[in-house]
């Protein structure tokens, strides 16, 4: 079974950046979908970046120009470059992973905590 786990979470400034990572462990990376979600308080989870196996790329409006989502399947891992950010920015930031080329979403990590001040 596929495993994930997010690390580079943190408190930061306005304007300031972060560099998620997913280091996923199991299955074979390389045929995997992988993406990036986050859950404000209060609000619903969103999807925010999507990676799929053959590389194509997709940000919601709310990331897009700000955040880079990449992934290097040698060390079968996904990042999340986060720059200019902003308070309504803050949340959990969540990496998941889909089977092969299937776009549901099976596996998640446990979430890492980002939060911008003003």
């Known amino acids: 079974q596929v495993q994930v786990a997010e690390s580079g979470g943190g408190s930061v400034q306005a304007g300031g950046s972060l560099r998620l990572s997913c280091v996923a462990s199991?299955?074979?990376?390389?045929?995997?979908?992988m993406g990036w979600f986050r859950q404000a308080p209060g609000a619903r989870r969103e999807e925010i970046a999507v990676i799929s196996s053959s590389g194509i790329i997709n940000y919601s409006n709310a990331v897009k120009g700000r955040f880079t989502i990449s992934r290097d399947n040698d060390k079968k891992a996904a990042y999340l470059q986060m720059n200019s950010l902003k308070p309504e920015d803050t949340g959990v930031y969540y990496c998941?992973?889909?089977?092969?080329?299937?776009?549901?979403?099976?596996?998640w990590g446990q979430g890492t905590q980002v939060t911008v001040s003003s």
């Open positions: 199991g299955g074979v990376f390389s045929i995997n979908n």
């Open positions: 998941a992973s889909t089977r092969g080329s299937s776009w549901t979403w099976d596996y």
